[in-house]
């Protein structure tokens, strides 16, 4: 016979926690730096998007690099990125020329009326084709 050490349930909420602290350290690596393994410089992508490369002296695009921190070595860019988000400072936005917070912040109320009706969805329509909540064999063998 098999004996299992007994498990309290704060090791399991400790593990998970420290595995979901990990997971989202790996997804910040991963975001950031397949960002910057795309082509070509995120600055000047945008700028030549609004067709205004040409026209733009080295110096500026220079000046909008030391702007937004890309004239730094990735590295200490991506630890000023990580400091910034645990400050609450998600930096400006390249695309929008605002603060990334505050387009959050504008968008958030539709996120939360999008998530609590996919939640209503899912519990009331989807939630009864359980198998596990019709009293099924399923239901038996859990």
Known sequence: MLILPKVSYDDIYYSALIHAVIVLFLVTIIVFFVMRLLPGDPLI??????????????????????????????????????????????????FYREKVGKLLLERFPVTIHLGVFAFIIGAFFIGPLNPRLQGGACAEQH
Not at 48 to 53: G, V
Not at 61 to 87: A, H, T
């Open 45 to 94: 992508i945008y700028v030549a998007q609004t067709a205004e490369l040409e026209a733009m002296a080295p110096e500026i695009l220079d000046e909008l690099q030391k702007e937004f921190g890309l004239d730094k070595p990735i590295m200490v860019q991506y630890l000023n990125w990580i400091l910034g988000i645990c400050r609450g400072d998600f930096y400006t936005s390249i």
